[in-house]
Structures are given as C-alpha cells and as structure tokens.
C-alpha cells in the first residue's frame, strides 16, 4: 500500500514531561493508539528516530526504545535502506476497530444512550442531494455545460502560464476583494464592446465562476424569506443558491419572449429581486424580446427590484448577430450582471465576474471579504494576457464555428433517429439545445435509463422550481465531435424507441 505525506508531518502524541509514565512508554501508547484509531493508517512512513526526537525535544533513547517495542509487535515495519513504516499487514480486529459502534442502530441503544439528535440548518437540506441528480454525474454525450475543450489552445496557455508561475512578492499576498485591477480593465472593455454592457473597471468584481456570483448576490441584497423571481423553467444553480438563501422562490413562467413579466406581477407584485437569463434562458434557449426586456426594466425601476442578468453564454450565437444585454438598457442602475469563463474558456478555471452598480460597490467588497476575500490572483493575470493578447478572440471565433458545426450535427442525428416525433427547441446559441419528449415520458425515467446507456441526459422537470409543465432533456453538444453525437442519438434512441430502435 503507498501514501503520499511526508513522514515529517508528525502525528499527534500526547507528552507530558512531568508524568510518572515513562517518555517511551507515552510514545508507545501515543503511536499505538494513533495506529489502533486509524489516524495512521497501514504503509504510511514514519519519521526517523533522530528526527522525531528532534522534533519533540527529548533525547533518542526513548524514542528508540518505543520504536522497538512497536516493530516487536508487529505495529511497524522496518524496509532496510528506507525506514520505518505503520505495518502493511495489521491484525483485521485492529484496521476495523470502529465498525462495531459505527453498526449500532439507534433501536438497539436505550434512549438514555441514543445519541442526540445532529441538526442541520433547513436551508442546507432544501437543495437536493447529489445521489438525487445522478444525471449530474458523468462525461459522456450530452453532459452539459459543455465547451469545446478539445479546441482549448493548451501549448499558448502553458506558454501564459509559465509565463505567471514565478510570481513577485505583492502577488503572495492578501488582495482587495474586487480583483486583479488588469483583468478588471480588460473585462470593462470586453464587456463595453462586445455585449453593450454600461460599465467602468472600478463596478466589476471577478469572482470564482458565476456560481460564487449567485451566491454572494442573494447575501447582499436578500433578508430571510424575502420573494424573488426565479424563471419556471429556470437554471438549477440559481434555484439551488436561492434555497441555501432562504428566499422565498416565486417561479415564473417564461414563453416564447421570456420571461412574462405580467405573469410574474400578477404573482408577486413586490418581489426583492428577479433571476434572469435574458440573451439565451436556461434550458428552453429563448432570447428575451425587446419588449419585455423595456416591461422588466421599467417595471423593476419604478418599484425599486433588483435584477440580475446571468450571461452564461452570450458569446455563443449562430443565426444572427450578438444580442446586446439587458444590463445595457438599465437606466435606473437596477442591474447586476453577471459573466463566467465557464463556457468560453473551461469550467475548472473557475473565473467569472459581476458588474455591479456602483453604489452596490462597497457592499459587494465587505461581503466577499467575509466569504473567501478574493480569487487566486494567479489565474486572473493569465486570463487577463490571454485576452490582451488576442488569444480569446482568436478562441471565440474557432469555438464558435464548431460549436455550429456540432449543432448541426446533434440535431440533424436527432432527425434522423426521431424525425417529428422529438421537437428540438433552442438551438440558436449556446452549447445545449432542449428535445421535448412526446407524451406519455418521463424525462427523469428516460434520464436515468439512458444513463444505463451511457449517455447523460439532464431532464427538463429537474429545471422546475414549481410543478413540470412539460417533459424533455436538455442535450449539451459543445464538447463532443460530430460521430460521439451521433453515436449518443443512438443509444437515446435505444432508449426512446427511434425510427432505427
Ligand atoms: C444558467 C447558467 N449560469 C451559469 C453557469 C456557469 O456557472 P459557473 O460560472 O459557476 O461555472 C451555467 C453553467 O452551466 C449555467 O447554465
């Protein structure tokens, strides 16, 4: 068996000096014990005898004679050349000493011994459990998000990377919350130019992806229980970071233009905030019309609401051009806007940011100081070269075209194993599109069953904060070549009963 720590990393054995029981004995019962508790576990290393002596301030007779004592034993193991470790073959009582209470139910302890009750607060337990959303798991067709990884420019990264890896010495230290003032400059400007965002360096805070964003936004502007708007369907991460919250969710439908903003007035005419995905809504990848996009800002102007706009994805169109924000319409500073290099870069960079009105500025700042103070300023200036330099840019426009590529792929495969019996929807941008199932399906069925088959589906009901009104899956295409895409409609149709099923 191999372990990885250091066998400089002591552990913990008590000494007390002024005790009857002699040093070597302590350290005996101490490493015994640790043994015995499975703090140290078969195979690991243990220090020299020198060393620990050092280590502990005493002479080496005592650790010698305990280190004896224990091999005697059979605790440890001495491997001539290389040192002393924890024995790799313990006596089975002595590896699993912890089963026995771990086995015991609480029928079978009396209530004077029945361990008390372990509460949890009821915000942590009103997001579903993981083992709930197997669908999450995986990364096979058509787990989503899912960027095109394979185009990832890796050789000028490495080279950026490099480039940062030596940092100087005001980079090791503590960091205001906003971020790294380049990247904050080189995202205003993006921002300015590429999606019509109003916004300074000074407004913009980068954060660790758009879910930190999510989260740090409901701590500044909710109280508990406060209404918000959340759109039915809507992205489950919004949902998630709402209940964690405390918010009381008002799920609102959305159509053919987005959100319905009357809808929304005629449910909860005095929410705190609404939670929208106006350029490309999550899953059903309609754009929000002009219209409604002036009704919201209006609405929301004149009855002091908050709004916050999830551009997950806006760089992804392919039928027409860019859709400016929503954010670049707001003339009563009501929105906070928020961005990630989830989609356009990879997901475990974990960067994103928020353009914040200004007076919400110094609240955004003492609330992050309080979370995780600011992100690794490390990847902030790779990122920030990456786009100086051009790399993005270049990214962008490959990434897009095959994005395209891939979803023309994906849905001519879907016509082709399901013709008009699956309706494809929301395929004009981003790197998903939503098939909606023909009566009679339950999508977390079908989800689970094509999961056997290896193929990750999420289902549309999943997105629902209120009751389902309709059954499908949501299909991420952006990560996989055109033959894994045909290959996965396959094995749906497997599932589904297609045309060659
Ligand atoms: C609506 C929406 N917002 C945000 C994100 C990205 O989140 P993050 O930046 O935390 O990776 C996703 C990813 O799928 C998404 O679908």
């Given at each position: 068996?191999s372990?990885?720590?250091?066998?400089g990393?002591?552990?913990?054995?008590p000494l007390?000096?002024?005790?009857?029981k002699?040093?070597?004995?302590?350290l005996?019962?101490g490493?015994?014990?640790?043994?015995v508790?499975?703090r140290?576990?078969?195979?690991?290393r243990?220090?020299s005898?020198?060393?620990?002596a050092?280590?502990?301030?005493i002479?080496?007779?005592?650790?010698?004679?305990?280190?004896e004592q224990?091999?005697?034993?059979?605790?440890?193991?001495?491997?001539?050349g290389?040192g002393t470790f924890?024995?790799s073959s313990?006596p089975?009582?002595?590896?699993?000493?912890?089963?026995q209470a771990?086995?015991?139910?609480?029928?079978?302890?009396?209530a004077?011994?029945r361990?008390?009750?372990?509460?949890?607060?009821?915000?942590?337990?009103?997001?579903?459990?993981p083992?709930a959303?197997p669908?999450?798991e995986g990364?096979?067709p058509?787990?989503?998000?899912?960027?095109?990884?394979?185009?990832?420019?890796?050789?000028?990264?490495s080279?950026?990377v490099?480039?940062h890896a030596?940092?100087?010495g005001?980079d090791?230290?503590y960091?205001?919350?906003?971020?790294?003032?380049?990247?904050?400059?080189?995202v205003?400007?993006?921002?300015?130019t590429?999606r019509?965002?109003?916004?300074?360096?000074?407004q913009i805070?980068?954060?660790?992806?758009?879910?930190?964003?999510?989260?740090?936004t409901?701590?500044v502007?909710?109280d508990d229980?406060s209404?918000v708007?959340v759109?039915?369907?809507?992205?489950?991460g919004?949902?998630?970071?709402?209940?964690l919250a405390?918010a009381?969710?008002?799920?609102?439908?959305v159509?053919?233009e987005?959100?319905?903003?009357?809808a929304?007035i005629a449910?909860c005419?005095?929410p705190?905030?609404?939670?929208?995905?106006?350029?490309h809504q999550?899953?059903?990848g309609?754009?929000m019309s002009?219209?409604?996009?002036?009704?919201?800002?209006?609405?929301?102007?004149?009855?002091?609401v908050?709004?916050?706009e999830?551009?997950?994805d806006?760089?992804?169109?392919?039928g027409?051009?860019p859709?400016?924000?929503?954010?670049?319409l707001?003339?009563?500073?009501?929105?906070?806007?928020?961005g990630t290099?989830?989609?356009?870069l990879?997901p475990?960079?974990?960067?994103g940011?928020v353009?914040?009105?200004?007076?919400?500025?110094?609240?955004?700042?003492?609330?992050?100081r309080?979370?995780?103070?600011?992100?690794?300023?490390?990847f902030?200036?790779?990122?920030?070269?990456?786009?100086?330099?051009g790399?993005?840019?270049?990214?962008?426009r490959?990434?897009?075209?095959?994005?395209r590529e891939?979803?023309?792929?994906?849905?001519?495969?879907?016509?082709?194993?399901?013709?008009s019996s699956l309706?494809?929807?929301g395929?004009?941008?981003?790197?998903f599109?939503?098939?909606?199932?023909p009566?009679?399906?339950r999508?977390r069925?079908?989800?689970?069953?094509?999961?056997?088959h290896?193929?990750?589906t999420?289902p549309?009901?999943a997105?629902?904060?209120?009751r389902a009104?309709q059954q499908g899956?949501?299909?991420?295409y952006?990560g996989?070549r055109?033959?894994?895409?045909?290959?996965?409609?396959r094995r749906?149709?497997?599932?589904?009963?297609g045309?060659r099923?």
């Amino acid at each position: 068996m191999s372990t990885t720590l250091p066998p400089g990393i002591l552990p913990v054995v008590p000494l007390d000096r002024k005790s009857r029981k002699p040093l070597y004995k302590q350290l005996y019962d101490g490493y015994r014990n640790a043994i015995v508790e499975r703090r140290l576990r078969a195979g690991q290393r243990l220090p020299s005898t020198r060393s620990l002596a050092d280590e502990l301030q005493i002479s080496r007779i005592p650790v010698l004679n305990a280190f004896e004592q224990l091999q005697a034993e059979g605790y440890f193991e001495c491997r001539v050349g290389v040192g002393t470790f924890v024995a790799s073959s313990l006596p089975d009582a002595l590896s699993r000493p912890a089963r026995q209470a771990r086995q015991a139910t609480p029928a079978s302890l009396s209530a004077a011994t029945r361990p008390a009750p372990r509460i949890l607060a009821k915000r942590s337990v009103a997001a579903p459990p993981p083992a709930a959303w197997p669908w999450l798991e995986g990364f096979e067709p058509f787990h989503c998000p899912s960027p095109p990884l394979d185009h990832f420019p890796l050789k000028v990264w490495s080279r950026l990377v490099a480039r940062h890896a030596r940092p100087d010495g005001r980079d090791l230290q503590y960091h205001f919350p906003m971020g790294l003032t380049e990247l904050r400059e080189t995202v205003a400007e993006y921002l300015r130019t590429s999606r019509a965002v109003r916004c300074e360096a000074d407004q913009i805070m980068i954060v660790s992806g758009s879910q930190q964003a999510l989260d740090l936004t409901t701590r500044v502007l909710l109280d508990d229980r406060s209404p918000v708007w959340v759109e039915d369907p809507g992205y489950f991460g919004t949902h998630h970071a709402l209940r964690l919250a405390g918010a009381r969710i008002v799920p609102v439908p959305v159509d053919d233009e987005g959100l319905d903003v009357d809808a929304g007035i005629a449910l909860c005419p005095r929410p705190r905030a609404v939670f929208v995905t106006p350029s490309h809504q999550l899953p059903l990848g309609v754009t929000m019309s002009a219209s409604r996009r002036l009704r919201l800002l209006e609405w929301a102007d004149a009855r002091g609401v908050w709004i916050i706009e999830d551009d997950y994805d806006g760089e992804y169109r392919y039928g027409n051009l860019p859709i400016a924000s929503l954010q670049g319409l707001d003339r009563g500073s009501r929105v906070i806007y928020i961005g990630t290099f989830t989609k356009c870069l990879f997901p475990s960079l974990r960067l994103g940011y928020v353009v914040l009105p200004r007076d919400l500025v110094p609240s955004f700042a003492t609330t992050r100081r309080a979370m995780d103070m600011f992100s690794p300023l490390f990847f902030q200036r790779v990122v920030a070269d990456f786009i100086r330099e051009g790399y993005f840019e270049q990214h962008l426009r490959r990434t897009r075209l095959v994005c395209r590529e891939r979803r023309e792929a994906l849905v001519a495969a879907l016509d082709h194993e399901f013709g008009s019996s699956l309706r494809v929807t929301g395929d004009e941008a981003g790197m998903f599109l939503l098939t909606l199932l023909p009566p009679g399906h339950r999508d977390r069925d079908v989800a689970m069953r094509a999961a056997g088959h290896g193929v990750r589906t999420f289902p549309l009901s999943a997105c629902y904060a209120g009751r389902a009104r309709q059954q499908g899956l949501v299909l991420g295409y952006g990560g996989y070549r055109p033959a894994q895409l045909e290959d996965g409609v396959r094995r749906l149709g497997a599932v589904l009963g297609g045309n060659r099923s």
